[in-house]
């Protein structure tokens, strides 16, 4: 529990951090970046429910139902991260071509994603595999065409003052390092399999932390930066 709330914490700092950041810069596209932190804190908040169905009574219903586990509200959130990530950086592309690409492979993987939520059974019991691989894949591909045209152009003189990078880095970083566990959720138990447990609280907390941290020295190191990385267009 006490990693958790450190984990948290660290969410919130992340989410205060750019708000501070899109009011230093008036960076429009960080504006997307603020509000899927804000969701992401709120999902957190809500996901504490499961630890204290045995203390509220409002909260005894859901024992032995599939809404005893928080599986369900996290491959949401998981779908839903996936969805911005490839749009954040899907913002940054000048070619109309590239962003045709993800915006056709976009579309599929939602669809797709969905589809194996409801037919698989896995929606209540574990982290959707499907999400996570094809979700995974399709954002260091996103990433990839954003460091292709960051290499074709002046900005990768100053790639170390705009805030993409950051968050570049650290999706790159957290991603690789957590799909593999999430694919193998379904073992994700305490009294079942705790050397698994322990390895996962470990690679998760070590993550988080080096991606929250990032996001953070990004926002800061940004916002001092007079001379921000804006686009054209929102799409």
Request: net charge positive; hydrophobic share 50%.
């Amino acid at each position: 529990m006490e990693t958790r709330l450190f984990f948290n914490l660290l969410e919130l700092i992340a989410f205060l951090s750019s708000i501070y950041y899109y009011r230093k810069s008036n960076d429009k596209f960080s504006l997307i970046l603020v509000c899927y932190l804000a969701f992401t804190v709120f999902v957190e908040i809500i996901g504490w429910y499961n630890y204290f169905i045995n203390d509220f009574s409002f909260l005894n219903s859901l024992k032995g139902t599939v809404f005893e586990q928080n599986y369900w509200l996290y491959n949401i959130q998981l779908l839903i991260s996936m969805i911005f990530y490839v749009t954040y950086f899907k913002l940054y592309l000048k070619s109309k071509n590239l962003k045709r690409v993800l915006n056709v492979l976009l579309v599929l993987f939602v669809l797709t994603s969905v589809l194996y939520l409801v037919f698989s059974g896995i929606y209540f019991v574990a982290f959707s595999p499907f999400t996570v691989i094809v979700g995974t894949l399709l954002i260091f591909l996103s990433i990839f065409f954003y460091y292709l045209e960051l290499l074709n152009s002046n900005e990768i003189l100053r790639v170390h003052k705009t805030l993409p990078f950051y968050v570049s880095v650290a999706a790159l970083i957290f991603h690789l390092c957590t799909t593999p566990l999430f694919i193998y959720s379904t073992y994700f138990s305490e009294s079942h399999n705790p050397e698994f447990f322990n390895l996962y609280i470990q690679v998760i907390f070590s993550c988080n932390f080096i991606m929250y941290s990032l996001y953070i020295i990004g926002f800061f190191i940004c916002a001092r930066n007079k001379n921000h990385y804006y686009g054209k267009k929102l799409y």
